[in-house]
C-alpha cells in the first residue's frame, strides 16, 4: 500500500512538473515556441510604439522651442556636463552589446555566457546611474534647478538678459523631466535584467526558449537608443560657443 501511494506521489509530481515547465515555457495558446516567441516581441514592439509616442512629444517641444529660444537653449546647454554625459554614452552603448552578446549566447546554448553577459549588462546599466546621480548632485550645487535654487546670476553673467531668465528656466524643465524619466526607464531596464538573471541561472533558458531574454533586450536597446538622442540634443547644443 505505501509503495503505491509512494508511486502516486511520484507521478504526481512528475505531473506537476510538467505542467510548471508548460506554463513557463509554452503557453496554452501557442502552438509551438517559435510563435509565442514572435508574439511576445511582436507585443514588445507595440509597447515600444507607445514610448516612442512619450519622448517623441518631449524631443518635439525641445526642437520648437530650441529654434524659438536659441540664444538661452544654448547658454544653458553650455552649462551641463557634457563630460559625464560622454562618458555615460559610452557605457551605455558597452552596455547594449553585452545586451547583444547575451540574446547570441542563448541561441547557442551557451548558458553560463549568458548569465555573465546579462550581470554585465545591469553593473553597466547601475554605473550610468551613479554618474548621473553625481551629475545630478552637481547640477543642484550649480543652480542647475527650478525653484528657489535656481541660479539668475549665473545666467546673467553669461550675458543673457532678463526676460531670457524664463528661457532658461524652460530648457532646464524639459531637462530634468527628459533625463529623470529615461533614469526611470533604466532602473525599470535593470530590474528586468536582474529578474532574468535569476530565472537563467537556474537554466530555465535554451536555444529553444529565449522569449523574455528577448523582449528585455528590445527594451534595453531602446531606452539606450533615447539616451542617444538625448545627449546631442541637450549637452551639445553650445558646446561650440565653449
Known amino acids: 500500500m505505501s509503495t503505491n501511494l509512494q508511486l502516486l506521489t511520484d507521478e ?11 506554463r513557463r515555457r509554452l503557453e496554452e495558446q501557442y502552438s509551438s515556441l517559435p510563435q509565442q516567441n514572435d508574439t511576445a516581441a511582436l507585443g514588445m514592439w507595440l509597447f515600444l510604439a507607445t514610448e516612442i509616442m512619450f519622448f517623441g512629444t518631449l524631443f518635439t517641444a525641445l526642437i520648437v522651442y530650441r529654434f524659438l529660444y536659441a540664444a538661452a537653449f544654448e547658454a544653458a546647454s553650455v552649462e551641463l556636463n557634457w563630460k559625464i554625459g560622454a562618458v555615460n554614452t559610452v557605457v551605455l552603448l558597452v552596455s547594449s552589446l553585452m545586451m547583444a552578446l547575451v540574446v547570441s549566447s542563448i541561441r547557442m ?49 553669461a550675458g543673457l ?15 530634468w523631466i527628459m533625463t529623470a524619466a529615461h533614469a526611470l526607464h533604466m532602473i525599470v531596464g535593470i530590474s528586468a535584467v536582474l529578474i532574468i538573471v535569476a530565472v537563467a541561472y537556474r537554466r530555465h533558458f535554451d536555444e529553444h526558449y529565449y522569449g523574455p531574454i528577448e523582449v528585455t533586450g528590445l527594451y534595453w536597446h531602446f531606452v539606450d537608443v533615447v539616451w542617444i538622442f538625448l545627449f546631442p540634443m541637450l549637452y551639445l547644443l553650445g558646446t561650440h560657443r565653449t
Open 12 to 22: 504526481q509530481q512528475k505531473l506537476l512538473e510538467h505542467t510548471i515547465v508548460v
Open 109 to 157: 546554448g551557451r548558458k553560463q555566457a549568458v548569465v555573465f553577459f546579462l550581470l554585465a549588462t545591469a553593473a553597466l546599466g547601475a554605473c550610468f546611474l551613479a554618474l548621473k546621480g553625481y551629475e545630478y548632485f552637481e547640477d543642484y550645487q550649480r543652480g542647475l534647478v527650478l525653484g528657489s535654487q535656481f541660479s539668475a546670476d549665473l545666467w546673467l553673467t
Open 161 to 175: 538678459t532678463g526676460n531670457q531668465l524664463g528661457h532658461v528656466q524652460l530648457f532646464l524643465l524639459l531637462y
